[in-house]
């Protein structure tokens, strides 16, 4: 069993930057890939980034590639989302999940759920 923890979100203006963090405990990091996802109000809970648990290969959903990127620190059990040029739609709940997948993209290839993070995006 994984627990996770997300923490960094806020309120930025429109062009600025967020770094998201997702502690992770209960099992060791390197052994499951992560990912974020996001959900906006009314709307359904969408693929934001993955990272593989093995070589960190990554992928980013096309409405953020350029600006957001993945990464993991496997000694300390954290996954981030560095977030720059944000945009007012960028504004969500962001959620961080762990998968046994190899590069995991939708959302039932997740096994564990973090509480979320509110991100907001003013213009």
């Known amino acids: 069993q994984v627990q996770l923890e997300e923490s960094g979100g806020g309120l930025v203006q429109a062009g600025g930057s967020l770094r998201l963090s997702c502690a992770a405990s209960g099992r060791a990091c390197s052994t499951y890939s992560m990912g974020w996802f996001r959900q906006a109000p009314g709307k359904e809970r969408e693929f934001v980034a993955t990272i593989s648990w093995w070589y960190s290969n990554t992928r980013v959903a096309a409405s953020v590639k350029g600006r957001f990127t993945i990464s993991r620190d496997n000694a300390k059990n954290t996954a981030y989302l560095q977030m720059n040029s944000l945009k007012p739609e960028d504004s969500a709940v962001y959620y961080c999940?762990?998968?046994?997948?190899?590069?995991?993209?939708?959302?039932?290839?997740?096994?564990?759920w973090g509480q979320g993070t509110q991100v907001t995006v003013s213009s």
């Open positions: 999940a762990a998968s046994d997948m190899f590069i995991p993209t939708m959302r039932a290839d997740f096994h564990s």
